[in-house]
């Protein structure tokens, strides 16, 4: 495989200006991320970091929306032009981002800039090229956020503009109570003189203001300082450094200039060396080639190699995730719709396609933030709904859940759980609540505020302590199947040991102990008052909810037993589990929405009344912990036929076109490549890339300027400053999932490969992917014909793979020499680890 050949169909070229800075180039190390734009005279970025908060989870000073913020360090612009024509026109500009090498090159009349953010220290460099017949001097800007400074509430936000030498640096500092984080971002050059200046009293060379005791009052005028550079033909470098710390013991400042000074030191042609190797190295380990005469597979193609791209310059090396709607990529500040919280039904769409990837690195930002609020998602567990285990709400802040005051946790249990009526709520209660912000799902209740006669007011969603996402678990069990997956991939044990399983047994036992779960006459276990997908408010056996059980569950039996733990509660869960409720369906006579007799049951969102009045089919077993897929048709008939019956009443619904049920969030794609349906899918990933129902879908689609996705393929689909590419995330994993499926028919049960189950008409593949077990799948189709199939076991143990070719006998050969023959559907063969095998039919 020519790898440079095929990453470099997935890049980015420009022959234009960006109309909007959302449209730049993205570049990342996976900790620090900005894009590229230019203005007519200059090229910009937004430094932005994963670990850099303006609060965190003990804020009283954010109880509106969106005004939470976070992630950004400082504003970059490298301006060519003092007096003199534009350097960047639509007419003669050439901007390039190159995925393989993970470079961004910009060139304009007479000027030229290539551009990588470095991946083994947060430095961005830059090589620029004046090549002008009059050279102009040349200021690189630093600029702060906001004014230097700002007093929200109980927050401080204060900014400094220093000189060290000839190194610009720009510190942050964010407070509230204990809280605190810092941000800095330094700037010099090399081979080039240069000179810096501020335009306060004193040049910048000492602080004017330093006596004050407040803040605001007198604070520094000037909010920008210039590295002004010697005009001159030829080369120079610019090195950009960032660093964080939540130390305030730690001199961030310090931490940027020895990063930056150690860049300077090996020079730009070693740091693209090493850079170049990095990613080269990268690309290897997995791909995926499309071709089709309609184009649809090269659309396909790549958007998922640029997913891949942004996911190892987003999501690597630090330890929180990129914010689902921005990533490190936002370009106009620190404020976004939607806030600086995470919110897991979207955050998942980046990270469910990663593990097939091989690129197990990028999930560790991701488990890491998780796993580090375990101990505030355990007690909130029981502060807030009296239960066990762990409570991640589905909208958090970085570092979980604040501790409570117990008189406050006492009356929230009373409230959540139904025994006390909401009406009757304390005015401490109260005063507590309005103090927090109403994204958190804990007080999601709250609907939008206003402000009248100076005060904040607002009042709630109508259904008393149900809000869109406060009674919402799914997500616990989906963060936790993550866990288990990667366990499924890795079989490292000492991972499942210290860090899957404590989140598995957690969420279970969350939601085993839920108030509201309870054994009913019937026999089986139904939970009551939760909340399903932002609906079915205060449903009973939600289909999220039952989903998550019938997933989790029989996961929790399968590690405990491999590990040999917690033998005591095997019989407990055991029991729970075979007497769960089954999942939600139309033939149920209290369903919320109800088949006829003579048609075939469907899924369905809940059970009973629900206080939205919802009435709707759900799909959501054949997307979420993948319930029901090909492989199910072995493991639970029962199940398959319900997620066939779905499929079919929903594509009468559609007419068959199934581009009008598309949205950037939705796995359409990922249901219909799961249960084999090719063009149904191959109508999906296609509308889905191209936004064809933004209008109707997008968030502040006015706000945002009715635009559907930006010339980097990204969109705002959330909102202003809210960068997504939560489509591309879909596509890619749906993408995986037609290629090669490798779970189990149920969950628990062993994994098995099924190469190419849905791939459309026309399309030609080559691919390489890695699968449940270690085992790394590589194949090749044309016209509709296998003519390569290699299975690579990293690990060792049994395969289990469908026969691709139906019944017929296949050979296998390794090492140059066939070693046995397997017939029947289903194979299962035992592997070394480094063993590769090669499979064809027998003549």
Not at 66 to 92: K, M, N, P, S, W
Not at 482 to 492: A, I, L
Not at 713 to 718: C, D, I, Q
């Amino acid at each position: 495989m020519n790898y440079r050949e095929l990453v470099s169909r997935g890049d980015l070229h420009y022959e234009h200006t960006v109309k909007r800075n959302e449209g730049g180039l993205p570049i990342g190390n996976g900790k620090m991320g900005s894009l590229l734009w230019t203005s007519p005279s200059a090229v910009k970025l937004q430094v932005n970091r994963v670990d850099v908060f303006a609060n965190d989870r003990s804020t009283n000073s954010f109880n509106q929306r969106h005004l939470d913020y976070g992630y950004a360090c400082g504003f970059v612009d490298i301006d060519f032009v003092d007096y003199g024509e534009d350097v960047f026109q639509d007419r003669t500009v050439r901007q390039h981002l190159s995925l393989y090498d993970a470079t961004a090159s910009i060139h304009g009349n007479g000027v030229a800039l290539e551009a990588i953010a470095y991946d083994h220290s947060d430095v961005y460099a830059f090589k620029v090229e004046d090549g002008r017949k009059s050279p102009q001097g040349i200021n690189i800007k630093l600029k702060m956020l906001r004014p230097a400074e700002v007093a929200t509430k109980s927050h401080t936000a204060v900014s400094k503009l220093i000189m060290h030498k000839d190194v610009m640096i720009l510190k942050q500092e964010f407070r509230e109570g204990s809280y605190y984080c810092s941000s800095a971002v330094a700037v010099g050059i090399s081979d080039r003189e240069g000179i810096i200046r501020m335009n306060d009293e004193l040049g910048g060379r000492a602080p004017v203001t330093d006596f004050r005791e407040s803040k605001v009052l007198g604070q520094p005028n000037e909010t920008e300082m210039r590295l002004c550079i010697k005009p001159g033909m030829g080369r120079f470098e610019v090195y950009i450094a960032s660093s964080a710390t939540f130390d305030e013991t730690v001199d961030v400042s310090v931490l940027a200039i020895n990063q930056l000074e150690a860049a300077r030191k090996a020079g730009y042609e070693r740091l693209l060396k090493e850079h170049k190797l990095w990613w080269n190295q990268f690309w290897q380990i997995s791909f995926i080639r499309l071709n089709s005469d309609d184009g649809s597979a090269e659309l396909v193609e790549k958007h998922y190699t640029y997913y891949v791209y942004l996911m190892a310059s987003n999501s690597r090396g630090g330890k929180y995730a990129p914010n689902f709607g921005g990533m490190l990529l936002s370009p106009r500040g620190d404020y976004r719709h939607w806030g600086a919280m995470q919110w897991w039904s979207n955050l998942r769409l980046y990270y469910n396609a990663v593990l097939a990837t091989g690129h197990y690195e990028l999930m560790q930002p991701y488990f890491d933030m998780y796993s580090g609020m375990y101990d505030s998602c355990a007690k909130a567990a029981e502060q807030q709904w009296g239960s066990k285990g762990i409570y991640i709400p589905e909208t958090v802040w970085f570092n979980g859940l604040d501790e409570m005051p117990e008189d406050i946790a006492s009356e929230m249990r009373e409230l959540y759980l139904l025994h006390k009526p909401w009406e009757e709520r304390s005015e401490k209660f109260k005063q507590y609540a309005h103090k927090k912000h109403p994204h958190e799902s804990r007080w999601n209740w709250k609907g939008h505020e206003s402000w009248v006669d100076g005060d904040l007011v607002y009042s709630d969603k109508g259904w008393g302590p149900f809000g869109s996402t406060t009674h919402m678990f799914w997500n616990i069990a989906g963060i936790a199947y993550h866990y288990w997956n990667y366990y499924e991939f890795t079989k490292d044990r000492a991972w499942l040991e210290e860090r899957a399983y404590p989140m598995i047994k957690g969420a279970a036992e969350f939601l085993r102990n839920y108030p509201h779960l309870r054994k009913e006459d019937d026999g089986k276990y139904h939970m009551h008052n939760t909340i399903s997908g932002e609906k079915y408010i205060g449903g009973k056996d939600t289909i999220q909810v039952m989903s998550s059980l019938h997933g989790i569950m029989p996961v929790l039996l399968k590690a405990a037993h491999i590990l040999g733990v917690d033998k005591d509660m095997w019989p407990v869960w055991d029991e729970f589990y075979r007497n769960l409720a089954p999942l939600p369906r139309s033939d149920h006579p209290e369903a919320v929405f109800r088949t006829k007799e003579d048609e075939e049951p469907v899924w369905v969102g809940a059970i009973g009344r629900v206080l939205d009045d919802r009435r709707e089919i759900a799909n959501d077993p054949m997307r979420d912990f993948i319930l029901c897929s090909l492989e199910t048709a072995s493991e639970n008939p029962d199940w398959f036929q319900t997620g066939k019956s779905t499929l079919a009443f929903q594509t009468n619904m559609l007419g068959g076109d199934w581009s009008k049920a598309v949205s950037e969030m939705s796995s359409v794609a990922v249901m219909l490549a799961g249960m084999g349906v090719a063009e149904g899918f191959k109508q999906a990933v296609v509308a889905q890339l191209e936004c064809v129902n933004a209008d109707r879908e997008y968030c502040y689609y006015a706000d945002t300027g009715k635009i559907k996705y930006y010339d980097n393929r990204l969109t705002v689909r959330e909102g202003v400053n809210a960068i997504s590419a939560q489509r591309i995330g879909n596509v890619a994993y749906a993408l995986q999932i037609a290629l090669c499926q490798s779970g189990p028919g149920s969950p628990g049960k062993e994994p098995v490969i099924k190469v190419f189950p849905t791939v459309p008409d026309g399309w030609d593949v080559e691919f390489s992917l890695w699968s449940h077990g270690g085992f790394k799948v590589t194949s090749e189709i044309r016209k509709g014909v296998i003519v390569s199939l290699s299975i690579e076991s990293t690990l060792g143990g049994i395969c289990r793979m469908r026969n691709p070719w139906g019944e017929r006998q296949v050979s296998v050969v390794q090492g140059g020499r066939e070693v046995k023959r397997l017939s029947g559907s289903l194979f299962e063969f035992a592997t070394g680890a480094g063993e590769s095998f090669v499979f064809a039919i027998t003549e």
